[in-house]
């Protein structure tokens, strides 16, 4: 577990296999960081870290065998304005590209060689009108080709829209198509999960709803198997904010797990593909901790989905909704 803190610190947590975690290793940055991903950049099957800095360049950490970083040479911040990163192999060489996106851009930009410090050209797809907020980014191989695509959710001066992005092989990209959801005031979140256990990849997208007052909406853009997506309202809440849309229950249907004013709670996922709201499971932190952003795992070994949350601590899978709280740190 790679943690990024606001003491110009970047933690790492190796896994025992049992749930637990070894003594926290931590590496100085030289100064406060605003995003962070991991992500094989070298092909050596070790996870290594790419740090966003507030200003300056991009700081990189190579994975070694044993679970320990060694930083590397700086690399040359490509953009000023880095808000939204995500870490993806588009190319084939198994070497993961550098991809992000900022407040306002429409242009989602790539960039190969972050790892081994031979920086290729910056690759640009323009995926339509942006307001405000960057857009918000997912990769899945979406039409079964062996090819990652890109997903991209993104606010737009009317409906917002999320966006798909195909791998045409080799890197090359082409937007494909854009859905726009009615009733939405920001995209928050993109996932790409099967909804309805038909086998299909389906998106889902977290989004502030335009009607409700603060609550956090979940549509399910949902495959029919040629190629399109029918999208529908999934579930809505009172969440501060973004969730996961994943299977925490057992029962093989994608729930919605949110952060809460005082907790985390689940709607429980339905066999249709719904995601019932009245069906709250309280799943910790109740009336102690607001929790800002989750992370899910399989962290003991056991099958389950484990939660990680952001100003909280793990909570275990016991299966059937129920999750055991262990403090983090």
């Known amino acids: 577990m790679v943690l990024l803190g606001a003491n110009k610190r970047l933690t790492v947590l190796l896994g025992n296999g049992d749930g637990t975690f070894g003594e926290p290793v931590a590496y100085t940055l030289a100064q406060s960081a605003s995003a962070h991903v991991v992500g094989d950049l070298n092909a050596d099957r070790h996870p290594d870290v790419v740090v966003v800095p507030t200003l300056g360049d991009l ?9 320990t970083l060694a930083p590397v040479d700086a690399v040359p911040r490509p953009d000023p304005s880095i808000a939204e990163v ?8 198994q070497r993961a590209e550098f991809i992000w996106s900022n407040p306002g851009d429409p242009v989602i930009r790539i960039l190969s060689g972050v790892g081994t410090g031979t920086l290729g050209d910056i690759v640009e797809v323009n995926v339509g009108e942006v307001f405000g907020s960057a857009p918000v980014l997912a990769v899945a ?10 997903v991209v959710g993104r606010r737009t001066g009317g409906n917002d829209a999320v966006t798909i992005v195909a791998n045409a092989g080799g890197g090359s990209l082409v937007v494909d198509q854009a859905i726009e959801l009615d ?29 409700s007052n603060g609550a956090f909406v979940a549509y399910g853009l949902e495959a029919d198997g ?33 952060c809460a004013d005082g907790g985390i709670i689940a709607f429980e996922g339905q066999p249709d593909g719904r995601i019932e ?7 910790g932190h109740s009336g102690r901790v607001r929790p800002k952003r989750l992370a899910a ?28 709280e262990i403090p983090l740190l």
């Open 141 to 150: 191989d979406l039409n079964q080709d062996n090819q990652p695509d890109l």
């Open 277 to 283: 709201s009245p069906s709250v499971i309280d799943i």
């Open 59 to 67: 700081v990189v950490f190579l994975g070694n065998a044993d679970g």
């Open 226 to 258: 040629a190629g399109g997506y029918a999208w529908r309202r999934l579930c809505e809440g009172l969440a501060v904010q973004p969730g996961s849309i994943l299977e925490v229950t057992g029962d093989d249907y994608a729930d919605g797990v949110f």
């Open 297 to 324: 795992g399989d962290l003991d070994g056991d099958g389950g989905t484990d939660l990680v949350s952001q100003g909280g601590g793990v909570l275990f899978n016991q299966g059937g909704g129920v999750f055991e």
């Open 183 to 211: 009733g939405t005031r920001g995209i928050a979140a993109v996932e790409v999960l099967d909804l309805n256990g038909d086998g299909r990849q389906d998106i889902a997208a977290q989004s502030r709803g335009a009607s």
């Open 86 to 93: 995500l870490l993806a192999d588009l190319d084939g060489d």
